[in-house]
């Protein structure tokens, strides 16, 4: 009855990348690599498939960043002299490529991975990309001078590939907004626009993932410093809701995100996280049926997607498997309850 999805990225096997990190170097290259992304993939599709899930994804085995993955067809960025900045209002410094030209996509960033992953599964099949606000927030610019101006620039290119994945098969296309959790007026003025600019013409569903990032220690320090109500989602959600896009990734377990914000998602699917991915310990099927059943006070059954809070690439295989269970699990317990 509640769907199950996880939010995107899940951890690379060693044989494919380093473990643990962020930005990992790659084991292989060439032909070999691009087999072993593939091999990576069809492993993960097993894994959520056994695991129950209905809405399954290529785990991000073939991008070794969830922004960068996409940036490196783009033409018009110099990778060969990244700069270091300060993302996300200045939370982490990165080393970021820089943007230095009129932006063009070089061709098809994504299609190896959804064509296999739709050729490898009857399941529905979702799609990550990085939302443009977030885009602009993980690059230097050296050419446009205005975020907006390039938000959109980057939007157009978004579309390009976001409606070849649609006609790859993909049943739902996502877009990565973490950014949308630090510049929250931005966000409601240009944020939400340049992302349905993004999305303009899918017939797919379509989505976005808005989160406290990744379980990382930079991550962990800024949760720490935002007192006990997190209140971002209050200013965006509005906009949300009057927009074009079909489905919200939130954090919900373990956050002090007050559940009635949800409320303010009317006439959308809300993904609800109900695994933590900044936690070792594996949620139990009781803890995530607990979490539905609070976030059904403010969405309609109908609307509850079951998801994880963010990501889980910087896990080890075994807990991101373990989670995955306990998503299923912790889903079908609810179903039971309270149907
Ligand atoms: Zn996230």
Redesign the pocket.
Known sequence: MFRTAI?GSLPKPSWLAETRKLWPQWRAQGEDLAQAKLDATRLWIKAQEDAGLDVIGDGEQSRQHFVHGFLEQVEGIDFDHKVEMGIRADRYKAMVPQVVASLRLKGRVHEAEARFLRANTRKQIKFTLPGPMTIVDTVADRFYGDRVKMAMAFAELLNQEALALQADGVDIIQF?E?AFNVYMAEAAQWGVRALERAAQGLTCRTAV?I?Y??GIQANIDWKKGLGHEWRQYEAVFPALAASSIDQVSLECIHSHVPPELMALLKGKDVMVGVIDVASDQVETPEEVAETIGKALQFVPRHRLIACTN??MAPMSRELAEAKLRALAQGAALAAQRLG
């Open positions: 939010a990565d973490p993932h989160c990032g990744y963010c990501g």
